[in-house]
């Protein structure tokens, strides 16, 4: 069974600094591996996937994550935030026989600070 | 390209009553998923559809049930509503189920 474990339900950073925000999965299979945004009363957009092409996965709005098989891990970074960052931030991992079911992290709340 | 529609937006039940939402995927896209969105119990999967049929179903009573349209439109239903249903529920499309799924603005339930 899959799940995922996102480390720290609030993170908060002043503008200008380095964004991380952790996610480690369980799956018994290769994994597709997802990271979304969600603003208030928003759905969720999808900020980047990882599908084994390769580890360093590049998103939008300057964001990328990194896959590390030995750590099970798929941590979210930004060099530079920015005041629009601030949102909730889910990770999610769907394996290729569960078809588009996705199993969510509890999400975390960044917080950009000026 | 639209993207994935939902509606209504907003919705007033009370208890015991059913309600039905509506999803529009992007054009092209066959697949269909259903999530339920609490701040207690998070994210989670309801089920899936994928050219009329449902494919995979997550752990929720019976009382919440959906279908497919030929034209890939999907509703979902619940029936006999608790206050615990009160919930935004969102609906994903993609082309096909392993792809990537793209997310509507969902449809905030609250139930009386």
């Known amino acids: 069974a899959q799940s995922v474990t996102q480390l720290g339900s609030h993170v908060s950073v002043s503008e200008g600094a380095l964004v991380l925000l952790r996610c480690n999965y369980s799956s018994s299979v290769p994994p597709y591996l997802f990271w979304y945004v969600q603003y208030p009363n928003q759905g969720l957009q999808l900020l980047l996937k990882y599908t084994s092409a390769a580890t360093l996965v590049k998103g939008i709005n300057g964001f990328e994550a990194e896959f590390k098989k030995s750590e099970t891990s798929f941590h979210l970074t930004k060099p530079s935030a920015h005041m629009s960052d601030a949102a909730e931030y889910f990770c999610?991992?769907?394996?290729?026989?569960?078809?588009?079911?996705?199993?969510f992290g509890e999400g975390t709340q960044l917080t950009v600070n000026p | 390209k639209a993207g994935v529609t939902q509606t209504p937006r907003y919705l007033i039940k009370t208890r015991g009553q059913q309600v039905t939402l509506s999803c529009s995927p992007i054009?092209?896209?066959?697949?269909v998923s259903w999530y339920q969105q609490t701040p207690g119990q998070g994210l989670q999967f309801l089920f899936e559809?994928?050219?009329?049929?449902?494919?995979n179903k997550g752990n929720f009573p019976g009382r919440f049930s959906g279908r497919q349209f030929s034209n890939s439109r999907s509703e979902m239903n619940v029936s006999t509503l608790e206050l615990g249903d009160s919930a935004l529920y969102l609906c994903?499309?993609?082309?096909?189920?392993?792809?990537?799924?793209?997310f509507g603005p969902g449809t905030r339930l609250t139930v009386l």
């Open positions: 559809y994928f050219s009329e049929t449902q494919r």
């Open positions: 994903a499309s993609s082309t096909y189920p392993t792809d990537t799924q793209y």
């Open positions: 054009s092209g896209h066959r697949s």
């Open positions: 999610a991992v769907s394996e290729e026989t569960s078809g588009s079911r996705l199993t």
